[in-house]
């Protein structure tokens, strides 16, 4: 099976920087996208940034010029540096990954880590 593991959330002042770690692992031949998504209390989740295993980014505008996105294709690992991090940035972050493997390979399946909590204090 395939596996999602989230590390990085905790609490921060506003202002500051956390940074999101998620590792997949399994028998992997590609994930493409892989991101990140948040859900505060009370709302739908909502895409945060993904990126291609080219280095293709896409950010929700509320996030941009603030998160970075990055990947580590060996290890499987994708990031998420948050900047001037906002009290209305506090959510869940799950991890994502679009992944295919040699059993199906054709069409990618769609796998969430468990969830990892950041609060941003005023």
């Known amino acids: 099976q395939v596996q999602l593991v989230e590390s990085g959330g905790g609490l921060v002042q506003a202002g500051g920087s956390l940074r999101l770690s998620c590792a997949a692992s399994?028998?992997?031949?590609?994930?493409?996208?892989m991101g990140w998504y948040r859900q505060a209390p009370t709302n739908q989740r909502e895409l945060v940034a993904t990126?291609?295993?080219?280095?293709?980014?896409n950010y929700a505008s509320s996030v941009k010029g603030r998160f970075t996105i990055s990947r580590d294709n060996a290890k499987n690992t994708v990031y998420l540096q948050m900047n001037s991090l906002k009290p209305e940035d506090t959510a869940v972050y799950y991890c994502?990954?679009?992944?295919?493997?040699?059993?199906?390979?054709?069409?990618?399946?769609?796998?969430w880590g468990q969830g990892t909590q950041v609060t941003v204090s005023s």
């Open positions: 994502n990954a679009a992944v295919r493997t040699f059993s199906y390979y054709r069409n990618p399946r769609n796998y």
């Open positions: 399994g028998t992997i031949f590609s994930i493409d996208p």
């Open positions: 990126i291609t295993s080219d280095g293709s980014t």
